[in-house]
């Protein structure tokens, strides 16, 4: 992806920011390419990184007691991810954060991030709108799987974020939704019948 790009996702995304604002973007930022299922995070490691995907989509998901994956992230792109852990308690992350298909991603060392925020204050205004994006998105998540039924749920789902039914394999989905694949294929099923 070349840079003109993603000033272009930089700027629809964030409206806000002005030239020297991306620019300082792009200097603090890596531009890494992964392939599908590669890690970006690793769980047991002090991830002080944050990533913007560019295009793709992230899971973050961590291992249960049962020994099974349970994504809590699904991160369309256009969006600012990190494990939170690791971000705001300097421990080590429970969580993994891998890639589903390829995925373009800006990286930054999360620390040097809020240094530029400091002196830049739309980079500020960047990381707020991160963290409310972000902090909405889990209530929705959390008021669906304590009020909701699965078909609800996949409902809702469908339409807050069409994209991830575009990006996202169905096993991620069912596994967010909290239904087995199983029940999933179900869902759509009934779904495409009705």
């Given amino acids: ?17 002005e030239r020297e604002d991306i620019d300082q973007v792009l200097t603090i930022g890596q531009y890494q ?13 002090v991830a002080k990184k944050s990533f913007f995907i560019l295009s793709g989509m992230m899971r973050g998901y961590y ?10 992230f699904l991160r369309p792109e256009h969006t600012i991810s990190g494990s939170p852990d690791a971000l705001f308690n300097n421990t080590k992350t429970k969580y993994t954060f891998e890639s589903i298909l390829e995925s373009h991603l800006l990286v ?32 929705f998540r959390v008021e669906s799987l304590v009020d909701k039924l699965p078909e609800e749920r996949y409902e809702e789902l469908l339409q807050r974020s069409p ?32």
């Fill in 33 to 45: 390419v992964l392939k599908n299922k590669v890690s970006i995070i690793q769980a047991g490691t």
């Fill in 1 to 17: 992806m070349d840079t003109l790009t993603i000033r272009s996702i930089l700027k629809a995304t964030y409206p806000f920011l």
């Fill in 163 to 194: 994209q991830f039914f575009q990006t996202a394999f169905n096993k991620h989905i069912a596994n967010y939704l909290g239904v087995t694949p199983n029940s999933f294929s179900r869902i759509l099923k009934r779904k495409k019948e009705g």
């Fill in 63 to 72: 291992i249960n007691k049962k020994g099974e994956e349970k994504n809590i």
């Fill in 108 to 139: 930054f060392d999360h620390p040097t991030f809020l240094h530029a925020a400091e002196k830049y204050p739309n980079l500020s205004k960047m990381y707020i709108a991160a963290l409310q994006e972000t902090v909405q998105t889990l209530i």
